[in-house]
């Protein structure tokens, strides 16, 4: 197998995205969405067309069946603030009740999203965040929000970091690439990963790489790495397409299962790509659980409520030997 699998291509997972985007928003008035507190109208912005964020989708819908919420949800077609904030103000002018968003910048997020809270709309970040992510404390520009909804990025990259060592006997070269700089997400991944491996004296680690969200970009840097570096032993991608070109790069130069390869997320296809070595570990995330629990959360909060500043939604290590098992399986993501 030369490419790690996604279940489906990323211009048809685009197309899925504005089809749903129009069957939520449609029956919507254009002028505004906002609505009484028996039926509150959430809108749900992620990041990008990705796996990922059609599972959170998922849980979202859930959680607004079982509290009859209107959900809004639109997907940007790349992971830029260009794409993202005509999409949020957009969002602001319908005014919902609250926004659940997974920002894309820490920082050029912070004033659109305060234009939200300006507007009286609760805003919850999920998977993301804006400043620090630590919210609610009085202190800076960016302690509005209300919540955030997230795996612990940075745990999952001391877990990644631990289970690549294990698999090559804690000593070789081993690097990151990752998505680019200022992602609150994958820069949480590559600390916990670089403190974590640091701990293993026999262990080489390289620089960190950026793939800018492009496999292809991914698969270049690991061939230059494996160019310079016989001794490479590991790699972690920290995002998912970055893990892609990482596992497509290795296969490619025939050394599939001599240099490791651990991915962040889970998504469709990773049963197989697992078991047939393209992939060795897997870091999967519970974004169904991000989007259920950031519903329910924004329903509390527009009713008064107090809503936890953070809530953490844990992860699952899946390889070859488990990824079947009823205990794993159900947290591959979904298109």
């Known amino acids: 197998m030369g490419t790690l699998s996604e279940g489906a291509s990323r211009p048809r997972r685009r197309a899925l995205g504005f089809l749903l985007t129009g069957a939520v928003m449609a029956t919507l008035p254009a002028s505004s969405a906002h609505a009484d507190k028996q039926s509150p109208v959430v809108a749900?912005?992620?990041?990008?067309?990705?796996?990922f964020y059609?599972?959170?989708?998922?849980?979202?819908?859930?959680?607004?069946?079982?509290?009859?919420?209107?959900?809004?949800?639109?997907?940007?077609?790349?992971?830029?603030?260009?794409e993202q904030v005509p999409?949020?103000?957009?969002?602001?002018?319908?005014?919902p009740d609250a926004i659940l968003i997974s920002p894309v910048d820490t920082q050029?997020?912070?004033?659109?999203?305060?234009?939200?809270?300006k507007a009286g709309i609760k805003v919850i970040t999920v998977d993301t965040f804006i400043g620090t992510g630590k919210y609610q404390t009085g202190a800076g520009n960016a302690d509005f929000p209300l919540s955030?909804?997230?795996?612990?990025?940075?745990?999952?990259?001391r877990i990644a970091a631990r289970t690549l060592a294990k698999a090559i006997g804690e000593k070789g070269a081993v690097f990151c690439e990752s998505l680019k700089p200022g992602v609150s997400s994958t820069d949480a991944r590559v600390q916990g990963f670089t403190e974590e491996i640091r701990k293993y004296p026999n262990i080489k680690l390289l620089p960190t790489l950026y793939s800018e969200d492009d496999s292809n970009k991914a698969a270049?840097?690991?061939?230059?790495?494996?160019?310079?570096?016989?001794?490479?032993?590991?790699?972690?991608?920290?995002?998912?397409?970055?893990?892609?070109?990482?596992?497509?790069?290795?296969?490619?130069?025939?050394?599939?299962?001599?240099?490791?390869?651990?991915?962040?997320?889970?998504?469709?296809?990773?049963?197989k790509d697992l078991k047939s070595g393209l992939v060795d570990y897997a870091i999967a995330q519970r974004p169904a659980d991000m989007g259920y629990y950031g519903v329910k959360y924004a329903v509390d909060a527009i009713n008064g409520k107090t809503v936890p500043k953070e809530k953490g939604t844990g992860f699952v290590v899946m390889d070859k030997g488990n990824v079947d098992s009823p205990d794993v399986k159900p947290f591959i993501y979904s298109n």
């Open 44 to 51: 749900l912005l992620p990041g990008v067309v990705d796996p």
């Open 54 to 82: 059609f599972t959170m989708y998922h849980g979202a819908q859930k959680a607004a069946t079982e509290d009859k919420v209107q959900l809004l949800f639109q997907v940007p077609k790349s992971w830029n603030t260009t």
């Open 87 to 95: 999409i949020l103000k957009a969002f602001i002018a319908k005014r």
């Open 108 to 117: 050029q997020l912070i004033e659109p999203l305060n234009e939200a809270r």
């Open 148 to 157: 955030f909804v997230a795996s612990d990025n940075r745990e999952g990259g």
């Open 220 to 271: 270049t840097d690991v061939s230059g790495v494996m160019a310079r570096e016989p001794d490479l032993a590991g790699v972690f991608g920290a995002n998912t397409f970055s893990g892609k070109g990482v596992a497509q790069a290795i296969h490619m130069a025939g050394k599939s299962g001599k240099v490791k390869v651990i991915v962040f997320d889970a998504v469709p296809g990773i049963d």
